[in-house]
């Protein structure tokens, strides 16, 4: 098994910053993609960002220039440091991991959410 725990969520005021991390830990052989996602009630769960192996990272327009993913593979753990938070960016965020399991299988794990919440 695969246990993701995610933290760092929380209110900020507009043009404010957050760094949400989630750690990932269990029968791990690799860890090859992790990303962040975010939802809004009502909407589709929305891509903001992906790092792989090779630390590529991609993202969605509408935070690039703004958010930074990371991930450090020692702690198995990813990080999205959010400046210059809007309104906007206010959802549940979720990070997600993809990797393969000590027996050879792959995974794909989902963190529980955590409320980022920007307003004044």
């Known amino acids: 098994q695969v246990h993701l725990v995610e933290s760092g969520g929380g209110l900020v005021q507009p043009g404010g910053s957050l760094r949400l991390s989630c750690a990932a830990s269990g029968s791990i052989f690799s860890i090859n993609v992790m990303g962040w996602y975010r939802q809004v009630p009502g909407k589709e769960r929305e891509l903001v960002a992906t790092t792989t192996s090779t630390s590529s990272t991609n993202y969605v327009d509408s935070v690039k220039g703004r958010f930074t993913i990371s991930r450090d593979n020692a702690k198995n753990t990813v990080y999205l440091q959010m400046n210059s938070l809007k309104p906007e960016d206010t959802a549940v965020y979720y990070c997600?991991?993809?990797?393969?399991?000590?027996?050879?299988?792959?995974?794909?794990?989902w963190g529980q959410g955590i409320q980022v919440t920007v307003s004044s």
């Open positions: 997600t991991v993809d990797g393969t399991y000590l027996r050879g299988t792959a995974f794909h794990k």
